[in-house]
């Protein structure tokens, strides 16, 4: 049964856990200069003699804002939560706050098989969260707004974008050497989207 009131403070700790996480991803890069500097690297070293945590850093933050800004626009149309509605937030923000993990281990051990399947994994998992909210926000009466309901854009975007992923998870899986190459398959959403809405209006 849904809790009648608006989800304000469900959507304001959401935001906070996800600044938090967010902040976290760039302390090991922040720990880099003292110990840099005690190595008697040069400030231009500490740039060039760490790309992989930095570049691992820009991806991170890259895809928490995506995730974020899907979660946002979500629960726009959200007018009353329910307790499955809360158990897949809290899956969702699980992974917000474990990703920095991952994050930190792909710039560390960026050789090692196991690193880019974590990663991958951590975000599949989130994006999968993330379609359960969208499909209880669209089936749920008692969840979902009256005059701003889900649309089938959205759900379609939220399975594709989570077909994708495990597509990639797979692709890593039987060819390692792809690593995080395997992500670049998001760019496909879009267009996979449009066939997937073709059918579904065809339907």
């Not at 304001?12 to 976290?24: E, K, N, P, Q």
């Not at 231009?44 to 691992?56: A, D, G, K, N, R």
């Not at 946002?72 to 897949?88: D, G, M, N, W």
């Not at 937030?89 to 560390?108: S, Y």
Request: net charge negative; proline share 6%; hydrophobic share 55%.
């Amino acid at each position: 049964m849904a809790i009648p009131r608006e989800p304000d403070r469900l959507v304001l700790f959401t935001d906070a856990v996800v600044a938090i996480a967010v902040t976290l991803l760039v302390l090991p890069l922040v720990d880099v200069v003292p110990q840099a500097s005690e190595a008697g690297q040069s400030a231009i070293e500490v740039i060039t003699e760490h790309q992989p945590e930095i570049w691992s850093f820009l991806l991170s933050f890259a895809v928490i804002m995506r995730l974020w800004m899907a979660h946002h626009r979500l629960f726009q149309h959200v007018r009353a939560y329910s307790t499955p509605l809360i158990v897949c937030n809290l899956g969702w923000l699980l992974t917000i706050i474990v990703l920095p993990f991952p994050t930190e281990m792909a710039g560390v051990y960026s050789g090692e098989r196991f690193t880019p399947l974590f990663y991958i994994g951590t975000i599949l998992v989130a994006t999968g969260f993330q379609l359960a909210l969208t499909l209880i926000a669209r089936t749920d009466p008692e969840v979902a707004s009256e005059s701003r309901p889900v649309t089938p854009e959205q759900v379609a975007g939220s399975l594709t974008v989570t077909a994708l992923l495990a597509t990639a998870l797979l692709l890593v899986l039987i060819i390692p050497g792809l690593g995080y190459w395997t992500l670049l398959l998001l760019f496909l959403s879009s267009r996979i989207e449009k066939l997937w809405l073709r059918h579904y209006s065809r339907d």
